[in-house]
């Protein structure tokens, strides 16, 4: 917390403003107040974003940037067989020692799009099989 760090560094805060004046008791006290309001206030928007998140994928909403092997449909994600297919290929590919370098440029060369049509790298080829192995 900022009152905190102003504290560890010996300093005092002294908004014309906001008419605060950490060198009193009764300005510390208003400035650690504003502090925990804010945080509060920051935690509930959290708390609310999050439910949210999660309430629209249980219900298979779309929810953030759509994941490779779904499609959008309305409201719905529903499964893309076609990038699945290419989720599978990755998965085999890697058990057969292949480094996700490797199966990128393979992607590239064979004309495999990625999934707004873009170009392969390593780290869109560990994205997308993260939590399919």
Known sequence: MVADKLDKAGADLVSLS???????????????MLAVLNEFERDQISERTSAILQHKKAMGEVYSPIPYGFKREGKKLVPNEEERRVISLIILLKKQG????????????????????????????????????
């Open 18 to 32: 906001e008419r605060i004046d950490t060198t009193t008791a009764a300005g510390k006290m208003v400035f650690r």
């Open 98 to 133: 292949l480094s996700l370098r490797e199966i990128a440029s393979e992607f590239n060369v064979a004309g495999i799009p990625a999934k707004k049509g873009g170009k392969w790298y390593a780290s869109t080829v560990r994205e997308v099989t993260k939590k399919r192995e």
